[in-house]
């Protein structure tokens, strides 16, 4: 199986979602893991939002790099422009993809800009499923 990284600046929301998006629809080819450049701690909202489509990453703890730094990985998606801006070197080996999702928490909108992002994010791994190479 091929191992598979969600970077994220805080490791709090937005790659937690991919993540838990990612082990419910990736999951047979992939080993899915999220870091954050910066972690903080998980997002109570994230966890809201997701519990409401049945996908729990209530147990989920942010993570930096390090925790995980020897996992050679097999593609690494950064899901916002800070992350890919400050990505860390990973070996040529690595496919590195971008995608960029607001970030919730800034929008001021409440438990609804969890949700919009939360099913932006669900899309993004859905076709993920049909680009990526196992």
Do not use: W
Not at 12 to 35: D, H, I, P, T
Not at 41 to 66: C, G, H, Q, T
């Amino acid at each position: 199986m091929k191992n598979l990284l969600f970077l994220c600046t805080g490791n709090s929301c937005r790659s937690q979602m991919a993540e838990g998006f990612a082990r419910k629809f990736l999951s047979e080819k992939f080993n899915v893991f999220s870091a954050g450049i910066a972690p903080t701690k998980i997002d109570p909202l994230s966890v809201e939002v997701m519990s409401e489509i049945n996908i729990d990453i209530s147990s989920y703890k942010a993570k930096k790099l390090s925790d995980i730094d020897k996992i050679d990985f097999d593609y690494v998606i950064t899901l916002c422009d800070h992350a890919k801006e400050t990505c860390p070197f990973f070996p040529a080996k690595v496919q590195l993809l971008h995608k960029s999702f607001e970030d919730p928490h800034e929008s001021n909108k409440g438990i609804e800009s969890y949700r919009k992002v939360r099913d932006e994010i669900k899309q993004y791994i859905i076709k993920l499923k049909d680009d990526l190479v196992y």
